[in-house]
């Protein structure tokens, strides 16, 4: 059974980039695509982006200025990195394993990430 | 952007009773609709992808169908840990959006 874990800062200063890292274990990275999706408090779900094990991203382009996704195979890990970060990036971030079909169908826990000086 | 509608915003209903979800795309999206639950302090779920099939070890009183604008997705007996909430997600158009969601309690 494959499963993902979230990890980093749970509080971020305004202006500052969030950093996050997905850990896959029971499988590996490799093959397949990789996703960041977050939901503020109390709110819905908005799909950040995702990375192909090979390297090759998509990003929401309300995001895109704003967003590295990358894959460390070795590690069979993946991150992200939100740079210039408000109070409106405050979320729980999850992240998930993406389908060929482009469904999410492990996830991780997710992580509260806050946004506050 | 593709926006999806969710409706109702809550469904109030007893266990044992049937639950049908709407969801509308702003445009068409095929059948590239998925449906995911999720529960308090959890990640969601994938129930139902592309519309109308099952995802791994999703009972089969859950049911998805449309195609184009239109979807609903169906819980025909409500077990008493089916009451959480229901998102869908379309993966026609980038960025893939989610609904905004429906929350199913108890009444």
């Known amino acids: 059974q494959v499963q993902l874990q979230e990890s980093g800062p749970g509080l971020v200063k305004p202006s500052e980039t969030l950093s996050l890292t997905c850990t896959v274990s029971?499988?590996?990275?490799?093959?397949?695509?990789w996703s960041w999706i977050r939901q503020p408090p109390g709110k819905g779900l908005e799909w950040i982006g995702y990375?192909?094990?090979?390297?090759?991203?998509n990003y929401n382009p309300s995001l895109e200025s704003r967003v590295t996704i990358s894959v460390d195979t070795s590690k069979n890990q993946f991150s992200l990195r939100l740079s210039s970060v408000t109070a409106a990036d405050t979320a729980v971030y999850y992240c998930?394993?993406?389908?060929?079909?482009?469904?999410?169908?492990?996830w991780g826990q997710g992580t509260l990430v806050t946004v506050s000086s | 952007e593709t926006v999806l509608t969710q409706s109702p915003a809550t469904l109030s209903l007893s266990p044992g009773e049937r639950a049908a979800l709407s969801c509308r795309a702003s445009?068409?999206?095929?059948?590239?609709l998925a449906w995911y639950q999720q529960k308090p302090g959890q990640a969601p779920r994938l129930l139902i992808y592309?519309?109308?099939n099952r995802a791994t070890g999703i009972p089969a009183r859950f049911s998805g169908s449309g195609s184009g604008t239109d979807f609903t997705l169906t819980i025909s007996s409500l077990e008493p840990e089916d009451f959480a909430v229901y998102y869908c997600?379309?993966?026609?158009?980038?960025?893939?959006?989610f609904g905004q969601g429906t929350k199913v309690e108890i009444k």
């Open positions: 998930a394993r993406r389908t060929p079909g482009g469904n999410l169908d492990f």
């Open positions: 029971g499988g590996s990275v490799s093959g397949y695509y």
């Open positions: 990375i192909y094990y090979s390297g090759s991203t």
């Open positions: 445009q068409s999206i095929s059948s590239y």
């Open positions: 592309d519309a109308s």
């Open positions: 997600q379309q993966r026609s158009n980038w960025p893939w959006t």
